[in-house]
């Protein structure tokens, strides 16, 4: 098991490694001493981990409750915020106990929102069942739920006590999320992490599927949290360096939203990546071999390096992005593999990037 330790305005642990979810109730004592739990799910994942997760804590010692939702993005939401908020509050929860968050990106931030507001705020744990969530969502504090406004408009910057990230409950992973995650693996490569970048060409895919016996997935995940974690520790609040993380995140986001987010973050993502490195080699801002690459790395994974939208249909989306001020926004270029920058843009110049990204 690798543990890796985050530094920002909380200290906590993530802790990756196989199997290492058998070690929850141990690993939450170490934090929390005695404390009620409530296991936050949605009810697929409830159904596969949820009762282990919950005798686990219990065999520690742990009083346990469960809040299980229904799957999906749209769940992200005040309705489901509220619901928990009012179990949490019926079955008269304190500021001692704590909220574990079972799950994806969509678990992690409906839960952490909780926990961030709850009684002004009470300890959470991430304990993330997708590739996604384990590389990105579940650490460094982004908590959130989406408004009809907006994705991901009403949140807290709230840090878990701790993540617990077990490779082996990624192996029941259906494909096209392990996919998805993979977008993000590829963004951690191409904006910091060349030799990340060089092993994800050197290896097979189907060779990740099942890799949770040799480590390799391990690895890679481990990578991805070490450099989330000099971004975290640096810019905490997310005003500078952390920006970086967005590679691929603002022409993604448009993709998204024009999509009615049917098309998952990740394969949304995987296209910004190669619409702004595409623009980007035509402004002189990207090597030709750098913008290959990435096009190259996406596509091997089973990932777009395109989207069917327009660009009429993706700017309304890019322009309400939290990431624009006004009428001015910092777009993430990867210049060479394993170094990105920000490029300032007007919102009106935004159509001329993605036409020279290839957007029609
Ligand atoms: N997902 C990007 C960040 O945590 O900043």
Same mark, same amino acid.
């Given at each position: 098991?690798?543990?890796?330790?985050?530094?920002?305005s909380k200290?906590?642990?993530?802790?990756v490694?196989?199997?290492?979810?058998?070690?929850?109730?141990?690993?939450?004592?170490?934090?929390?001493?005695?404390?009620?739990?409530?296991?936050?799910?949605?009810?697929?994942?409830?159904?596969?981990?949820?009762?282990?997760v919950?005798?686990?804590?219990?065999?520690?010692?742990?009083g346990?409750s469960?809040?299980?939702?229904?799957?999906?993005?749209?769940?992200?939401?005040?309705e489901?915020?509220?619901?928990?908020?009012?179990?949490?509050?019926?079955?008269?929860?304190?500021?001692?106990?704590?909220i574990? /968050? $079972?799950?994806?990106?969509?678990t992690?931030?409906?839960?952490?929102?909780?926990?961030?507001?709850?009684?002004?705020?009470?300890?959470?744990?991430?304990?993330?069942?997708?590739?996604?969530?384990?590389?990105?969502a579940?650490?460094?504090?982004?908590?959130?739920v989406?408004?009809?406004?907006?994705?991901n408009?009403a949140?807290?910057?709230?840090?878990?006590?701790?993540?617990?990230?077990?490779t082996?409950?990624?192996?029941?992973l259906?494909?096209?999320?392990?996919?998805a995650?993979?977008?993000?693996?590829i963004?951690y490569?191409?904006?910091?992490?060349?030799?990340?970048?060089?092993?994800?060409?050197?290896?097979?895919p189907?060779?990740?599927?099942? /890799?949770?016996?040799n480590g390799l997935?391990?690895?890679?995940?481990?990578?991805?949290?070490?450099?989330?974690?000099?971004?975290?520790?640096?810019?905490?609040?997310?005003n500078?360096?952390?920006?970086?993380l967005?590679f691929?995140?603002?022409?993604g986001?448009?993709?998204?939203?024009?999509s009615?987010?049917?098309?998952?973050?990740?394969f949304?993502v995987?296209?910004?990546?190669?619409?702004?490195?595409?623009?980007?080699?035509k402004?002189?801002?990207c090597?030709?071999?750098?913008?290959?690459?990435i096009?190259? $790395?996406?596509?091997?994974?089973?990932?777009?390096?395109?989207?069917?939208?327009?660009?009429?249909?993706?700017?309304?989306?890019?322009?309400s992005d @939290?990431?624009v001020?006004?009428?001015?926004? @910092?777009?993430?270029?990867?210049?060479?593999?394993?170094?990105?920058?920000?490029?300032p /843009?007007?919102?009106?110049?935004?159509?001329?990037?993605?036409?020279?990204?290839?957007?029609?």
């Amino acid at each position: 098991m690798k543990r890796i330790r985050i530094d920002a305005s909380k200290s906590y642990t993530v802790a990756v490694g196989s199997g290492c979810a058998a070690e929850t109730g141990r690993e939450l004592k170490a934090v929390t001493g005695n404390a009620r739990v409530m296991v936050v799910s949605d009810d697929n994942v409830y159904a596969l981990y949820g009762k282990q997760v919950r005798r686990d804590l219990e065999t520690a010692g742990f009083g346990t409750s469960g809040f299980v939702f229904p799957h999906g993005e749209e769940h992200k939401n005040l309705e489901t915020y509220g619901k928990l908020l009012e179990q949490l509050c019926a079955e008269n929860f304190g500021r001692s106990d704590l909220i574990l /968050a $079972l799950g994806g990106g969509v678990t992690g931030d409906l839960a952490g929102f909780a926990a961030a507001t709850y009684q002004r705020g009470i300890r959470f744990a991430q304990m993330p069942t997708t590739l996604l969530a384990a590389v990105d969502a579940s650490v460094g504090g982004k908590t959130a739920v989406d408004l009809k406004g907006g994705k991901n408009q009403a949140g807290a910057f709230c840090q878990p006590s701790l993540v617990l990230c077990d490779t082996e409950l990624m192996r029941t992973l259906p494909e096209e999320e392990f996919r998805a995650g993979m977008a993000e693996v590829i963004k951690y490569g191409a904006i910091g992490d060349s030799g990340l970048f060089k092993l994800l060409e050197e290896t097979e895919p189907e060779t990740l599927r099942t /890799a949770g016996a040799n480590g390799l997935l391990e690895d890679i995940i481990a990578r991805c949290v070490e450099q989330k974690k000099i971004f975290v520790q640096q810019d905490e609040f997310d005003n500078g360096a952390r920006m970086l993380l967005n590679f691929g995140h603002t022409f993604g986001h448009g993709i998204e939203g024009a999509s009615g987010y049917q098309v998952p973050h990740g394969f949304a993502v995987a296209a910004g990546m190669c619409i702004i490195s595409r623009a980007a080699e035509k402004r002189g801002l990207c090597g030709s071999q750098t913008r290959k690459r990435i096009e190259t $790395l996406v596509k091997k994974y089973g990932l777009p390096a395109e989207t069917g939208f327009k660009t009429e249909q993706l700017l309304p989306f890019i322009a309400s992005d @939290k990431k624009v001020k006004g009428c001015h926004v @910092k777009l993430v270029v990867t210049g060479r593999i394993g170094h990105a920058g920000l490029v300032p /843009a007007n919102v009106a110049e935004l159509a001329d990037w993605l036409h020279d990204g290839g957007v029609e």
